[in-house]
């Protein structure tokens, strides 16, 4: 599903902190000590490559100092050949890069052979040809006083801005220095104001002669490319080249910005005096919402959520037997059946056996029940409080199994999933239709109601999917509370998982958001009653998020992630209201049933 989300995402994006144009330019810094020299760069689309040379009976080895030198390595061998290549295959709109040559040799002879060895190349250089290579020598470099001798296609670096005769401007290709010399940063945390200065300085003083700046011996990791980034940097110094691509090219589906804040409901804790016991639960699931997707979205809205404002706080181990990280079929079925079973499983145990589920023990006891989700109802979290299937790949076994819900009322999107004769079957059970989610508030007191959100996948937050749960989340607890008799809901979101398969940042921040608007919905109800147990958690985390970096008065984060699919890490659970104290600590996902029932002082 999540494929489809990211689609239109671009255009909810608000800029600001976010990554933004120029596309960065990444430096291969000592390109011939990569184990595929020349090559790994140009797939990274690098847009300067540093070779260094060393003259030795009139060949230009490719090499750092003389002890280093293989003979079958020239500058023509592994970086002049190239270009004919590149040329032939992928085109000369793909030369459009800098071919920086560090000499490391006496400056006028060494320079004479780098020319020399050009010439049978000069069709692919620019100014020849405007696509073409940039070549630009640094290293040891005639004076600035000489560069005028030489051709068009030769320029040079720049090492120092305050002898440059101004006639050697124009041959003068960029603008460097040695990182060290600004700053000790180790490309941890951040600078010190100090060194945050004299880095500025020395930009601003390279862009004031308007050419490009490089600083090497650089820290090579993802906070100082990103923060050299930012700084106006335009030359990315790195020993690898794929990473830096990666980085940056995952950077804008990392980052996230908030520009309003969302209201924050703080619950009134009465339940504590009243001293009622529970009698109704709102379960509540955000699919893959692990402790960083909660700090995202807390961190952008200013350091509150809703959510936060609960103070009964635990952590789940989410396990399956089968597998050390779950998936959302076996993490449900813990929460439905207090069994923990395999991945992929629906309401069986390992051994297949069908397992009694919350919905069903407490319809039999009386209690109405509820089912709401962003996702199908034959998705594998909803699955796992009705259905039996051994995988949950069995969507259309789910979709039979149903029509013979123990609901009073369920909305959730896959209308599709279902045949007419499974709508008509639901319709001889009992179940009225809501065209909308402003009727479901509105029906009348007998009888079941279903609505169906989508035929298909519903949007996103993101992309449109506006107000619809937190209505529904209001609509549903008055169409419940209309009943006259205690409930179970599970309410679960399913696109905070969606986003975080598809590490995509924002997605997740929204998510959350609206999710925490449902919350705020269940929490405003349970103080209306002061007898209704709020559980808030989730089945595993997705993602192996984490949030290197962020900016809490401006509502952004940058995130990172280390998997496209679930992680094993504990989850935090929620609760409010009476019985909400049963959920501190430390538990198994399975033992959350067993606490429900004690909270309900219910046998199992
Ligand atoms: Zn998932």
């Given at each position: 599903m999540f494929r489809n989300l990211i689609l239109c995402s671009f255009l909810f994006l608000s800029k600001g902190l976010m990554a933004q144009s120029p596309e960065v330019k990444i430096h291969s810094h000592n390109d011939y000590q990569q184990e595929t020299p020349f090559w790994n760069a140009f797939s990274a689309k690098a847009a300067s490559i540093e070779v260094d040379v060393f003259l030795k009976n009139r060949q230009l080895y490719v090499a750092h100092e003389e002890e280093t030198i293989s003979t079958a390595r020239t500058l023509a061998t592994d970086y002049l050949a190239p270009l004919e290549t590149i040329a032939a295959r992928y085109g000369t709109e793909r030369l459009g890069f800098q071919l920086m040559i560090d000499s490391k040799t006496e400056?006028?002879?060494?320079?004479?052979?780098?020319?020399?060895?050009?010439?049978?190349?000069?069709?692919?250089?620019?100014?020849?040809?405007?696509?073409?290579?940039?070549?630009?020598?640094?290293?040891?470099?005639?004076?600035?006083?000489?560069?005028?001798?030489?051709?068009?296609?030769?320029?040079?670096?720049?090492?120092?801005?305050?002898?440059?005769?101004?006639?050697?401007?124009?041959?003068?290709?960029?603008?460097?220095?040695?990182?060290?010399?600004?700053?000790?940063?180790?490309?941890?945390?951040?600078?010190?104001?100090?060194?945050?200065?004299?880095?500025?300085?020395?930009?601003?003083?390279?862009?004031?002669?308007?050419?490009?700046?490089?600083?090497?011996?650089?820290?090579?990791?993802?906070?100082?490319?990103?923060?050299?980034?930012?700084?106006?940097?335009?030359?990315?110094?790195?020993?690898?080249?794929?990473?830096?691509?990666?980085?940056?090219?995952?950077?804008?589906?990392?980052?996230?910005?908030?520009?309003?804040?969302?209201?924050?409901?703080?619950?009134?804790?009465?339940?504590?005096?009243?001293?009622?016991?529970?009698?109704?639960?709102?379960?509540?699931?955000?699919?893959?919402?692990?402790?960083?997707?909660?700090?995202?979205?807390?961190?952008?809205?200013?350091?509150?959520?809703?959510?936060?404002?609960?103070?009964?706080?635990g952590f789940v181990q989410t396990q399956a037997t089968d597998d050390f990280t779950t998936d959302s079929a076996a993490g449900a079925t813990a929460y439905a059946t207090g069994v923990r079973t395999n991945n992929r499983a629906i309401g069986v145990g390992p051994n297949g056996k069908p397992l009694g589920n919350l919905p069903q023990l407490l319809s039999q006891k009386g209690w109405h029940t509820a089912l709401i989700t962003t996702d199908a109802l034959t998705g594998a979290t909803p699955g796992a409080f009705y259905a039996h299937v051994v995988d949950r790949g069995e969507e259309e076994t789910m979709a039979k199994q149903f029509v013979e819900n123990p609901f009073t009322l369920f909305a959730g999107a896959g209308k599709a999933n279902f045949s007419a004769k499974q709508l008509e079957r639901l319709e001889e059970n009992g179940f009225e239709w809501a065209a909308s989610v402003s009727e479901v508030s509105q029906k009348g007191q007998a009888g079941r109601l279903g609505l169906f959100l989508a035929e298909g996948a519903l949007p996103a937050k993101m992309d449109g999917r506006g107000n619809l749960m937190p209505e529904l989340m209001e609509g549903a607890l008055r169409y419940l509370k209309s009943k006259k008799k205690p409930f179970f809901m599970l309410m679960e979101n399913g696109m905070v998982d969606s986003f975080g398969h598809a590490n995509h940042t924002q997605g997740i921040v929204t998510e959350v958001l609206d999710f925490d608007a449902c919350i705020a919905q269940a929490l405003r109800f349970a103080d209306g009653n002061n007898e209704t147990l709020v559980i808030v958690t989730a089945d595993h985390e997705t993602g192996g998020f984490s949030l290197p970096q962020g900016h809490m008065e401006q509502g952004y984060i940058q995130g990172d992630f280390t998997t496209h699919d679930h992680t094993g890490i504990m989850v935090p659970i929620f609760a409010y209201g009476p019985g909400a104290e049963h959920f501190k600590g430390v538990c198994r996902n399975n033992q959350v049933f067993d606490k429900i029932l004690e909270a309900l002082e219910i046998e199992p």
């Open positions: 400056a006028y002879t060494t320079l004479k052979a780098i020319d020399a060895a050009l010439q049978p190349y000069l069709v692919f250089l620019w100014p020849n040809n405007p696509d073409g290579v940039r070549v630009v020598i640094s290293g040891k470099r005639p004076k600035p006083a000489d560069y005028g001798q030489y051709p068009d296609y030769i320029q040079f670096d720049c090492q120092n801005m305050d002898n440059v005769p101004s006639a050697a401007w124009q041959k003068i290709a960029m603008i460097s220095t040695g990182f060290y010399r600004l700053s000790r940063w180790n490309g941890k945390g951040r600078f010190t104001h100090k060194d945050l200065e004299r880095v500025t300085a020395f930009i601003a003083k390279a862009k004031s002669f308007e050419k490009p700046v490089r600083l090497w011996a650089t820290p090579d990791s993802k906070t100082a490319w990103k923060k050299l980034y930012d700084l106006g940097v335009d030359y990315i110094n790195t020993d690898h080249p794929q990473r830096v691509r990666m980085f940056f090219d995952g950077l804008e589906d990392c980052e996230s910005q908030l520009t309003k804040k969302k209201e924050v409901y703080r619950p009134s804790y009465d339940y504590i005096q009243t001293g009622k016991r529970p009698k109704n639960v709102i379960l509540m699931i955000g699919d893959g919402m692990g402790l960083a997707q909660i700090s995202a979205a807390t961190l952008s809205n200013g350091g509150q959520l809703s959510l936060t404002q609960l103070t009964d706080i």
